[in-house]
């Protein structure tokens, strides 16, 4: 029997029509007549699915598939209704499959649909996932450069900067004078092990001189000297400085801990400063509330609805002194306003771990162990601000209530022949870069009787959790001996540093908030100390708590301690540290926020006078 072109042209108008009852009818006629014919049970698959019978639709379309491995039609067909049953790994591979067979017809379809699957396991934080579907969108049209840039960021996001960085230089290469381009490499830059200090620095005045030439500032406070005497004469009849925060948004973060307590205890006991807040976007979140109803700050602003220029000619307003920027190149970032000079002094802390770049950004706060002095000053090339250098430590941190909770005494640990060290990491994913897993397993090697522990919620991404296992396993390290956990919630978080003798820090963007909360549930951190500041976060805090010895300064020491404090002749020092180590850090400079408030007003008074010196 023959398929004659009339029983084609029935089944084509059928479907045109969604007469879809008819259109079954068709379907199973023709596959009765022609058992191995693909049409037919594409035909009935479409039928099935318009009249809700999914499953049935399945078994038609999975059939019309089997008969035509290439019609990507058909495929995609399958794939959608899989996702509707709940079938996703399936469907998922479908897609992805079809990446490589798509005909021009179905190409935007498929596209729209790897972006959609893209971006959820990217809103999940599932950053190796979702680049596989990027990496499939490449294949259809490999000009894209908005999905090569979502590349690029989930290869930072999960510890590739290097990546990012060859990306940069082989898609995104533009004129010197391109600043956005150049500030994506400088984001890179921070964090790849690859760049050495100096060729930073030098993409840092790259990145200036672009944004200078961009966006001018509005306003010289050193020659208008009406505004200047305007300052001045407020500050002198209050005998207080204004000082201004810009924000991006409310959320319990890092900063927060950073932030907030210092600014309370200045309030508390410091009365020659006084605080504006800028912020914006509100968050889900009672810390706007809190904040408003602490009475730290004068003036609380929303600067969302505002321009970059509307907000300096406020902040102007305000008569702010010294401009805190809390952002830099952080979501939602606002560096424009510290372009356009929106105060006399302006300083950046806490949010960006590197210069900002930004023209008109006076200071870096920072300390003598995030940027050491030098007499050439080589580690100052990597700012193009000066160094504002906080006596102590360049933070103050407000242990969360919620950490006492978690916290317990340890029980004494007996070393004996089959006793084992635990060496632990709790870092987030981008810092798990490959020097840090090197690191793992040399001390992994040197150390027989030792196992790893990393947790991090963001290792439920299956591709990230084999990429570190895959890594260690290739540097000789036993499966058995890596435990990788996606943390479910905070409470498992923080109970698994009772089972950890001490952290192997991360390289080169080492531990920071995450290495203070070891130290307060009793964990020392063995950390490896660089360049640029991203890798001096640890030692920062290890020196604050008086823990120097645990900060290396090259790779052949980090494995000599590493063996050093795993030996049984430490038990007794390990021992005291778990279980006395929290109390030492909670009595710190690093936690102790009067004392950072006084230093803070003090050195907030010293950069002011200096300004009034050099424009007198």
Known sequence: MELTQQRLDEIFVAHKNANFDLLLELSQKLQQDFPNLALSYKAAGIALLAKNRKNDAVLAMRQAVKLNPNDDEAIFNLGKVLLEIGEIYEAENLFLAMAEIVSEKLKQPLMEMLIQRAKIYQDKRYFATANKFFEAILLIDPNLQNIRRNVMINLQCYGEPEQSLQMIKQYFSAPENNWDNIRSRMIYENYAANIDLPSFGKTIRQYRDAVAEKYPPMFDFHKDIKLKNKLIQRTQKTNRLRIGFVVNWFI??????????????????????EFILYYSKEARSNLLQEYSASSIFKHISNISMFSDKEVVHKVIADNINIL?????????????IFAFRAAPIQISWIAWLASTGIPNMDYFLADEVIVPRSENNYYEQQFSEQILRMPNVWVNYAPPNYLEDFYKPRELKNFH????????????????????????????????????????????????????????????????????????????????????????????ATGGTSSIEALIMGVPVLTLIGEKMPSRLSASCLKAVGLEEWICKNQREFVKKVKFFADEKQTKYLNNLHNNLRQRTLESALCDAKLFAKNFAEKMWEVWNKFLQENS
């Not at 319990?252 to 400063?273: H, I, R």
């Not at 058995?480 to 192997?504: C, G, H, M, P, T």
Request: hydrophobic fraction near 45%; proline fraction near 4%; glycine fraction near 2%.
């Open 252 to 273: 319990p973060t890092a900063v927060s801990y950073f932030f907030f307590n210092v600014l309370a205890e200045c309030k508390k006991s410091e009365t020659s400063v």
């Open 324 to 336: 805190f920027d809390l952002t830099s190149h952080t979501t939602m970032a606002r560096p424009c």
């Open 417 to 508: 022949e089959n006793s084992q060290i635990i060496f632990g990491n709790f870092n987030t994913v981008d810092k798990i870069t490959p020097q840090t897993l090197n690191l793992w397993a040399l001390a992994l090697k040197a150390v027989p009787n030792s196992q790893l522990v990393y947790m991090r919620g963001e290792l439920r991404d299956d591709l990230i959790k084999q990429r570190i296992k895959n890594f260690l396993i290739s540097r000789g390290i036993n499966a058995a001996r890596i435990n990788l956990i996606a943390n479910k919630n905070a409470d498992e978080y923080f109970s698994a540093y009772q089972k950890i003798d001490f952290v192997l820090d991360a390289f080169p």
